[in-house]
């Protein structure tokens, strides 16, 4: 099975940085993804890592380590639209290829 | 990206009533599509995962019998609430998958409240 842990909450400020951190311990490993989920929506895809490095997509970048089994997501230039829970969640090795989930982070930005 | 669509958006509906949620990938053939079941403020929970054209693969602690899952072409999966209790009420997300992608594309959810 998966075990994901994240941050509950994080709190910053409109223009700044922030590192929201995963970590995973995993049965079998195909990926790990990050999500962003506003309250009521489903959520919306934002990164894809199965190989070590860190891989970048405007203001967010998303750092993957597998031997140490950790990950985060770097959101720059923070606005307060950016303000939404970030799920981690990591892939299986099965032929489904299942997802399993962290409980989120909610970020919330002030100006 | 791709576009997953879920309807309905929202269902009210009265105990021991069924439901029935339907899940389309509207430009790209899912061969997999995921169901996840979603409390207020709670993360996503993993009900199942149907392949077209076969039986769908149940979480632990999810009763088959109860959310019955139907996959039957490379487009559409429905989820069916039988028998629905108010603690069924909850925000239900279908994703999809298409074959040798890495990207799983969410539906915007239904909304189910059971009175």
Not at chain 1, 81 to 99: F, I, Q
Not at chain 2, 41 to 67: C, H, I, P, R, W
Not at chain 2, 82 to 105: K, M, V
Request: overall charge neutral.
């Amino acid at each position: 099975g998966q075990n994901i842990d994240q941050p509950t909450e994080m709190t910053a400020t409109e223009g700044a940085i922030v590192q929201i951190n995963c970590t995973y311990q995993t049965s079998g490993f195909n990926g790990l993804f990050w999500y962003q989920q506003h309250a009521g929506e489903a959520p919306t895809f934002l990164s894809y890592n199965v190989l070590d490095g860190l891989e970048e997509k405007g203001r967010f970048s998303s750092f993957l380590s597998r031997s140490k089994g950790y990950s985060y997501l770097l959101l720059k230039e923070l606005q307060m639209k950016d303000s939404a829970s970030y799920l981690c969640a990591v892939r299986d090795n099965t032929n489904a290829g299942k997802s399993t989930f962290g409980d989120g982070t909610t970020l919330t930005v002030k100006p | 990206g791709a576009v997953v669509s879920q309807h309905p958006s929202w269902v009210i509906c009265k105990s021991g009533t069924s439901v029935k949620i339907e899940c389309r990938s509207l430009d790209f053939q899912a061969t997999t599509m995921f169901w996840y079941r979603q409390f207020p403020k709670q993360s996503l929970m993993l009900m199942a995962t149907s392949n077209e054209g076969s039986k769908a693969t149940y979480e632990q602690g999810v009763e088959k019998d109860k959310f019955l899952i139907n996959h039957a072409s490379l487009t559409l999966s429905t989820l069916t609430v039988t028998s629905a209790h108010p603690e069924d009420s909850s925000f239900y997300i279908c994703s999809a998958r298409g074959l040798a992608s890495n990207e799983q594309f969410f539906g915007p959810g239904t909304r189910l409240t059971v009175l």
